[in-house]
């Protein structure tokens, strides 16, 4: 149903931070909430939560979706690893970023790099990044498969002949009928 509709290399590779210069092949900012190491400083923590935010906010959920189901996408590889960024060498499109946060939080023990001394502000972003881009996601299947179900109803009724102007041969208040 979304074969054509959306993409993995959706967005812009562009940082959050001044939005002109390029996350390069180490995901930004926001390749850093996929490594095992805690952000060095509060203000650290923040870029890569801008950067996430960004990303999920440029794209749809369809793009989300076509991300994650890319072959050898760039998408899982961010999810899986939980090495430093650039050491898998990803695509920096805000779709790949956006893909990958949501299977990450998605992932049983999925988890996010964090900074050192709990910025709230940062944490509460990322989770939200992390929320939206599920939400998306499904928000997305949900349509679709409700468009794959009338489309299978339809055929099912083309198949039966039904005219929608015929009386039905039952009713809805039928009583059941009690036997003693």
């Known amino acids: ?15 959050a931070e001044d939005g002109s210069t390029a996350r390069g092949n180490d995901a930004g900012e926001a390749g850093k909430l996929f490594g ?3 952000a060095a ?3 650290a923590a923040k870029k890569s939560a801008a950067d996430a935010v960004k990303a999920v906010g440029a794209v749809t959920g369809a793009d989300i979706l076509q991300a994650i189901v890319k072959d ?3 998408a899982a590889k961010l999810a899986k690893n939980n ?3 650039n050491a898998i060498n990803v695509n920096s499109k805000d779709g790949t970023i956006s893909g990958g946060i949501a299977l990450r939080a998605m ?9 050192n001394n709990g910025d709230a502000d940062a944490e509460k ?9 599920i939400t998306k996601a499904l928000d997305t299947l949900t349509i679709a498969i409700r468009n794959t179900i009338d489309i299978g109803l339809k055929t099912v009724k083309d198949a039966m002949k039904i005219n929608p ?16």
Do not use: H, R, Y
């Open 1 to 15: 149903m979304l074969k054509n509709i959306g993409s993995a290399d959706a967005g812009d590779d562009k940082k």
């Open 36 to 38: 095992n190491a805690a």
């Open 41 to 43: 400083s509060a203000d």
């Open 72 to 74: 050898n996408g760039d």
């Open 83 to 85: 090495g430093a960024a």
């Open 107 to 115: 992932a049983k023990d999925g988890k996010f790099a964090n900074v």
């Open 125 to 133: 972003a990322v989770k939200g990044a992390a929320v939206s881009a």
């Open 165 to 180: 102007n015929d009386t039905p041969v039952t009713t809805d208040k039928q009583i059941p009928e009690i036997k003693n």
